[in-house]
């Protein structure tokens, strides 16, 4: 028989090799919001302020004004929840969060790092074990492993086929062609597979019951689980649509660089160079078509990142709505605690 010491490496390897595209596949960084004016017309906006979610090994992570809450279901049956200060310079409140171009970068911290750090500790308890705390060293090797594994698969995969077609046709212009059209198939076909793995397939049930909560909390619903259920998964807020975003705008960013006469590891060094760059210009795309939902063509343009969401979710079950529920309502606590503790302005 094997110890259970050994479970929780056992229940991340899978998530640890396809960690970063996982995180943002998984993360619900976006939000649309409908209103309506006097007239009667409904309108959407980004809000100043959204609760985003990431869902974690039999759990959810939830983001929220102050907090950031973890919830996960032990084989034990329970959920337990624990919930910690968000990082100060990641608090609604910093002014510097909210700076075009530099906030898609943010983003990308919060999501990897917080990210991270919760699904190994959400890992930890889903095998019964003692709560696993990743070493800054540990925390940084594992994000260079994977963030190398997702550069390498979505960004120098396609440039090294490309450059073989482009030599093969004796044309930049198809072997830049081509890159695009790599990085797209890539994608799909990157979310197919991991989909066919049994604990993805459960970590895109929680993606699921993650959308619902948010879903039904948005539209001032009571959270539970017969209410949230009642809410389809899939939601414009998902990381599936930034992370498709961020291939589409890569496209266009490596069409525009030179390649004759440049030396491959110039092309290499290009692409990472500009992914954070790509990140961030992704980022304000999605948040302009927030601000012009309402348009017929944004919402067409919105269309294949809310298709892709039938591959990154699945129907959650009552238990995990309920783990779902759990961490919104401890963000959502602990917001409300920090706002009655805060003087109100003369």
Known sequence: MRRRLNRWPALTAPHLFFLIPELLIAAGPLVIASVTDASGRRRFRMPDFFYGGQALIEGVMMRGRTTVAMSVRPPSGEIRTISEPLPAALSADRKLIRIPFLRGMFLLYETLVIGTRMLMRSASIAAEEEEVELSKG?????????????????????????????????????????????????????IGLIGLMPDIRRVFAYHG???????????????????????????????????????????????????????????????????????????ELVRFGARHYGNRIVRALYAPGMWLQSLTTRPPDRSMLEVSIASLESCLAADREAAAATPARP
């Open 209 to 283: 019951a993650e959308h619902k909560a948010i879903s039904a909390y948005e539209a001032d619903k009571p959270l539970t689980p017969e209410e949230v259920d009642a809410f389809g998964t899939a939601h414009t807020r998902c990381g599936t649509t930034f992370i498709l975003l961020v291939v589409v705008v890569s496209i266009f960013f490596f069409s525009l660089s030179p390649r004759e006469g440049v030396p491959f590891w110039a092309l290499i060094l290009s692409r990472v160079v500009l992914v954070p760059i790509i990140a961030g210009v992704a980022y």
């Open 138 to 190: 540990a925390m940084a090797l594992t994000m260079v492993f994977s963030l190398g594994f997702a550069i390498g698969l979505f960004f120098l995969l396609p440039l090294f086929l490309s450059t073989l077609v482009g030599e093969a046709a004796d044309s930049t212009f198809l072997a830049a062609v081509s890159e695009g059209v790599i990085q797209l198939v890539t994608f799909v076909v990157y």
